[in-house]
């Protein structure tokens, strides 16, 4: 059952209160300070000056509370009402809270203006792309706005002083552990814990038994919902009572309650729990209740809409600043005329370093402003449209950038047909802004470092007359091997990949002989899975984390989609998660074991890479090419192909395959096909097929959809052949679509075609059961051969006699 534990020492002497009074006051002060951010932001974004907001007005006596035992080394992974926190811990100012705000891209430090406010970042890596030391920092993991969406990534974190514990062959990795005595801090509101990862974390956690202490911010409401209809009995911290820590079992969770206006109480307990974190490794939840929201959730809407007048008034009484202040002056630590002073101290603090942060973002526009109105002045009057664009200039008052660039452009248009000498000093204004905004908003969702995946160097295959045969798996199980055993910080975990090696035998004897530590089996929750990878990815770790199959990815989507795919773009570079993400796919049997969705992953997964080998061999290229890169990747095997006979490089601990570059497996003149995967051995006999027809087909296997052909390769084919077919086992306009706006739109290979580019898909629907149902629903070699002889049949009827067909 949950520990009620709220420490209220006697109010008439300071010595129960494990603190001096200089720090209760700076702890005060913060909290006012906090409050007043919150007030002001509100009216910034009422006013205009910001798009959102969304504060932490009511939580500010916990986070002070919290941030007295966060020390150096540890991690955050919260979620957006966190600003105090931050400004208790020296990680964020006012004016950086209001830049963020604001979305200013030269002054907010955690994205660059990239993320909403109250969503924070701090640097993992240099601008090298190199690790810090985050022994020496205060580190919070790059937030993201999805409800619940921080506690997967909040496992990997914590479960990575887990290994740093008992690894020891890393004992001496002294930047990113001191023998794991890291704590792993995770946030969230009282209404996010009904989502399904706050479950799967809670769970996992009590399991693993890592150092993760999660507080959760109660303030009786989801938006306008209440507890009643979001949590069972009106408290997490009584649902999670089946939970509690079994010392026989050494598995479960502590559980904890407090007040968010105890601020004494709150100190001690966080003191104390996070101690035995700490030490014990042992997960903890701090059920914060009677918070309160006196601004309501966000500046969408007002709280008194959904609230009774009762629960404002008690929300008036139970502030937790109020409250506080009251307990300081009743223990004699401070005068209401002190506290008073540090209210206005407060505002005017606050107040100032706003309009400093307004200042700073208004800067950049006046500028521009200034400059683009000198170019003005030496323009003749050509016509009243000019005049008029003119005019609109001088008229925007505090421009932001975007419109100012937007009357240069409208110029630009009007000039389109004047002969003028300004165009010139136009068009090279313009470029600069431009070339500004593409560096604000278009970097950074790729490494460019020298570990870029794109810059590892490419060491080919070497086969030679001792090269053997073996199986697919076999060769994944040797490479995975030798890999083990290279890196010392490479795990590997998912769904039956420890005890039995993974379904496929991949992983065959690799616990036995690397320990269950770094091989190991976790239980069916891929969404958890995936934020442990992303965790212990940022903490300098190199897991390989295994979804058992590609269709059961979709219950791992949301943390690759929203956090994997985004962090080192939403931290604007502060920080990467260099996972591997290892699943199999594409053609088998049944709905839920032959699906190749490839066009929701490539649509969902920017900002990672997304492989695809057509077989083991190639597989274990790739797989040697990431563990050498810091970009994140996902790399899907062929389901069909661990049973097929491949032959072994002889350095197949040492080859690499280079990402985004096609390979021709047979040249051709007539048709040019473009495939991956499974696709590759249905082609090859749809090809056989044609070559008795005299039709010459070159097949081109792209083995990476992101990243796509960067060499152009394939429209250097269709310059020799005029015609095109894509073919993957996806729905109609997935993958195919996407190949196909790369080559004929991006490469421009539109100017070359003689007839029709075609895509060669599956059926719409999820692929059935059986050996019939597959072949009626994916491609086959009979399509294969049917699509491109209609394409030859259309250029020459005669010579190919479409109409048996």
């Given at each position: 059952?949950?520990k009620d534990i709220?420490?209220?020492?006697?109010?008439?002497?300071?010595?129960?209160f494990?603190a001096?009074?200089?720090?209760?006051?700076?702890?005060?002060e913060?909290?006012?300070?906090s409050?007043?951010?919150?007030?002001?932001?509100r009216?910034?974004v009422l006013?205009?000056?910001?798009?959102?907001?969304i504060?932490?007005a009511?939580?500010?006596?916990?986070?002070?509370a919290?941030?007295?035992v966060?020390?150096?080394?540890?991690?955050?992974?919260g979620?957006?009402r966190d600003?105090?926190?931050m400004?208790?811990?020296g990680?964020a100012?006012?004016?950086?809270l209001?830049?963020?705000?604001?979305?200013?891209?030269?002054?907010?430090?955690f994205?660059g203006?990239?993320?909403?406010?109250s969503h924070f970042?701090?640097?993992?890596?240099?601008?090298?792309?190199?690790?810090?030391?985050?022994?020496e920092t205060?580190?919070?993991?790059?937030?993201i706005s999805?409800t619940?969406?921080?506690?997967a990534?909040?496992?990997g974190?914590?479960?990575?002083s887990k290994?740093?514990?008992?690894?020891k062959?890393?004992?001496?990795?002294?930047?990113?552990s001191?023998k794991?005595?890291?704590?792993?801090?995770?946030?969230?509101g009282d209404?996010s814990?009904?989502e399904?990862v706050?479950?799967?974390?809670?769970?996992?956690?009590?399991?693993?038994?890592v150092?993760?202490?999660i507080?959760?911010?109660?303030d009786?409401?989801?938006i306008?919902?209440?507890?009643e209809l979001?949590?069972?009995?009106?408290?997490?911290s009584?649902?999670?009572?089946?939970?509690?820590?079994?010392?026989n079992?050494n598995?479960?969770?502590?559980?904890?309650?407090?007040?968010?206006?105890?601020y004494p109480?709150l100190v001690?307990?966080?003191?104390?729990?996070?101690g035995?974190?700490r030490?014990?490794?042992?997960?903890?939840v701090?059920?914060?209740?009677?918070v309160t929201q006196?601004?309501?959730h966000?500046?969408?809407?007002?709280?008194?809409r959904?609230?009774?007048?009762?629960?404002?008034e008690w929300?008036?009484?139970?502030?937790?600043?109020?409250?506080m202040?009251?307990?300081?002056?009743?223990s004699?630590?401070?005068?209401?005329?002190e506290?008073?002073a540090?209210?206005?101290?407060?505002k005017e603090?606050?107040?100032?370093?706003?309009?400093?942060a307004?200042?700073?973002?208004?800067?950049?526009g006046?500028q521009?402003?200034?400059?683009?109105?000198?170019?003005?002045?030496?323009?003749?009057?050509?016509?009243e449209?000019?005049?008029?664009?003119?005019?609109?200039?001088n008229?925007?008052?505090?421009?932001?950038?975007?419109e100012?660039?937007q009357?240069?452009?409208?110029m630009?248009?009007a000039?389109?047909n004047?002969?003028?000498?300004?165009m010139?000093?136009?068009?090279t204004?313009?470029?600069?802004?431009?070339?500004?905004?593409?560096?604000?908003?278009h970097?950074?969702?790729y490494s460019t470092?020298?570990?870029?995946?794109?810059?590892?160097?490419?060491v080919?295959?070497?086969?030679s007359?001792?090269?053997?045969?073996?199986?697919?798996?076999q060769?994944?199980?040797d490479?995975f091997d030798?890999?083990f055993?290279?890196?010392p910080?490479?795990y590997?975990?998912g769904?039956?990949?420890g005890q039995?090696?993974?379904?496929n035998?991949g992983?065959?004897?690799?616990q036995e002989?690397?320990?269950?530590?770094?091989?190991f089996?976790?239980?069916?929750?891929?969404n958890?899975?995936v934020?442990?990878?992303?965790?212990?990815?940022m903490?300098?770790?190199?897991?390989?984390?295994?979804?058992?199959y590609?269709?059961?990815?979709?219950?791992?989507?949301?943390?690759?989609?929203?956090?994997?795919?985004t962090?080192?773009?939403?931290?604007?570079?502060l920080?990467h998660s260099p996972a591997?993400?290892?699943?199999?796919?594409?053609?088998?049997?049944?709905?839920?074991h032959s699906?190749s969705?490839?066009?929701m992953?490539?649509?969902?997964?920017r900002g990672?890479?997304v492989?695809v080998?057509?077989?083991?061999?190639?597989?274990?290229?790739?797989?040697?090419?990431m563990l050498?890169?810091?970009?994140p990747?996902?790399?899907?095997?062929c389901?069909?192909?661990?049973r097929?006979k491949?032959?072994?490089?002889?350095n197949?601990?040492e080859?690499t395959?280079?990402?985004?570059?096609?390979?021709?497996?047979?040249?051709?003149t007539?048709?040019?096909l473009v495939?991956?995967?499974?696709c590759?051995?249905?082609?090859k006999?749809?090809?056989?097929?044609?070559?008795?027809?005299?039709?010459s087909?070159?097949?081109?296997?792209?083995q990476?959809?992101?990243p796509?052909?960067i060499?152009?390769?394939?429209?250097?084919?269709?310059?020799?052949?005029?015609r095109?077919?894509?073919?993957?086992e996806?729905v109609?306009g997935?993958?195919?679509?996407?190949?196909?706006?790369?080559v004929?739109?991006v490469q421009?290979?539109?100017?070359y075609?003689?007839?029709?580019p075609?895509?060669?898909?599956?059926?719409q629907h999820?692929?059935?059961?059986g050996?019939?149902?597959?072949?009626?629903?994916?491609?086959?070699?009979?399509n294969?051969?049917?699509?491109?002889?209609r394409?030859?049949a259309?250029?020459?009827?005669?010579k190919?006699n479409?109409?048996k067909?």
């Amino acid at each position: 059952m949950a520990k009620d534990i709220v420490l209220n020492p006697d109010s008439k002497t300071k010595k129960a209160f494990p603190a001096g009074k200089a720090s209760i006051l700076r702890d005060f002060e913060i909290c006012c300070i906090s409050r007043e951010v919150s007030l002001l932001g509100r009216k910034a974004v009422l006013s205009g000056r910001g798009k959102f907001g969304i504060f932490g007005a009511g939580k500010e006596v916990p986070q002070v509370a919290m941030a007295r035992v966060f020390e150096k080394g540890d991690f955050r992974s919260g979620y957006y009402r966190d600003q105090t926190f931050m400004l208790a811990k020296g990680l964020a100012t006012v004016e950086q809270l209001f830049a963020q705000l604001y979305a200013d891209p030269e002054n907010d430090p955690f994205s660059g203006g990239r993320q909403m406010n109250s969503h924070f970042a701090t640097p993992l890596i240099d601008k090298e792309g190199r690790w810090t030391n985050h022994l020496e920092t205060y580190n919070v993991s790059a937030d993201i706005s999805c409800t619940a969406g921080q506690m997967a990534r909040a496992l990997g974190l914590a479960g990575a002083s887990k290994k740093y514990r008992f690894n020891k062959a890393l004992a001496t990795t002294t930047n990113f552990s001191h023998k794991g005595n890291e704590i792993t801090f995770a946030t969230i509101g009282d209404a996010s814990t009904s989502e399904g990862v706050f479950w799967e974390t809670i769970n996992a956690a009590g399991v693993m038994q890592v150092p993760l202490l999660i507080s959760v911010w109660d303030d009786g409401f989801g938006i306008s919902v209440p507890i009643e209809l979001q949590t069972t009995k009106s408290s997490i911290s009584e649902v999670l009572g089946g939970f509690a820590y079994d010392k026989n079992k050494n598995q479960g969770i502590e559980i904890y309650t407090a007040k968010a206006w105890d601020y004494p109480g709150l100190v001690a307990l966080y003191k104390n729990v996070s101690g035995r974190v700490r030490k014990y490794h042992r997960p903890s939840v701090i059920h914060v209740e009677e918070v309160t929201q006196p601004q309501g959730h966000s500046t969408s809407g007002s709280h008194e809409r959904y609230k009774s007048t009762e629960r404002l008034e008690w929300e008036k009484e139970k502030d937790c600043i109020l409250i506080m202040e009251n307990w300081m002056i009743e223990s004699g630590i401070a005068t209401r005329e002190e506290t008073e002073a540090i209210r206005e101290s407060a505002k005017e603090e606050v107040k100032q370093k706003q309009q400093i942060a307004w200042n700073n973002y208004l800067a950049p526009g006046k500028q521009r402003k200034q400059a683009l109105l000198e170019i003005y002045q030496t323009m003749p009057a050509y016509n009243e449209e000019v005049e008029t664009i003119k005019k609109e200039l001088n008229r925007l008052h505090n421009p932001t950038v975007t419109e100012i660039l937007q009357n240069a452009r409208h110029m630009r248009y009007a000039l389109f047909n004047v002969e003028n000498p300004v165009m010139e000093p136009l068009e090279t204004w313009i470029l600069e802004v431009e070339s500004r905004g593409h560096n604000h908003y278009h970097t950074n969702l790729y490494s460019t470092s020298e570990k870029s995946a794109l810059k590892v160097p490419v060491v080919p295959p070497v086969f030679s007359k001792k090269s053997v045969l073996k199986n697919g798996y076999q060769i994944l199980n040797d490479f995975f091997d030798l890999s083990f055993d290279k890196y010392p910080n490479l795990y590997a975990f998912g769904e039956d990949v420890g005890q039995i090696g993974d379904v496929n035998q991949g992983m065959a004897g690799l616990q036995e002989k690397y320990s269950s530590d770094r091989v190991f089996d976790s239980g069916i929750r891929e969404n958890t899975i995936v934020g442990h990878a992303i965790g212990m990815s940022m903490r300098g770790l190199r897991p390989i984390a295994e979804i058992q199959y590609l269709d059961y990815l979709v219950f791992g989507l949301q943390p690759l989609a929203d956090d994997l795919s985004t962090v080192r773009y939403r931290s604007n570079g502060l920080q990467h998660s260099p996972a591997i993400i290892r699943t199999r796919g594409h053609r088998l049997e049944g709905i839920w074991h032959s699906g190749s969705p490839m066009g929701m992953i490539l649509n969902s997964l920017r900002g990672m890479y997304v492989l695809v080998p057509r077989n083991m061999t190639q597989a274990a290229g790739f797989y040697n090419t990431m563990l050498q890169s810091d970009d994140p990747a996902l790399i899907v095997e062929c389901l069909n192909g661990y049973r097929l006979k491949e032959k072994m490089p002889d350095n197949l601990g040492e080859f690499t395959i280079p990402l985004g570059v096609p390979e021709v497996l047979e040249a051709g003149t007539d048709v040019t096909l473009v495939t991956y995967g499974s696709c590759v051995r249905v082609a090859k006999k749809g090809l056989a097929l044609l070559k008795s027809r005299g039709i010459s087909v070159e097949l081109i296997d792209v083995q990476s959809l992101l990243p796509f052909d960067i060499e152009h390769r394939i429209v250097e084919s269709l310059k020799k052949t005029n015609r095109i077919v894509f073919m993957d086992e996806d729905v109609p306009g997935g993958a195919t679509a996407f190949m196909m706006r790369e080559v004929l739109e991006v490469q421009g290979g539109y100017r070359y075609l003689d007839a029709a580019p075609y895509c060669l898909t599956a059926a719409q629907h999820r692929p059935p059961y059986g050996d019939d149902g597959d072949y009626f629903s994916k491609p086959n070699p009979e399509n294969v051969f049917e699509v491109i002889y209609r394409i030859m049949a259309e250029a020459d009827p005669v010579k190919y006699n479409y109409k048996k067909l």
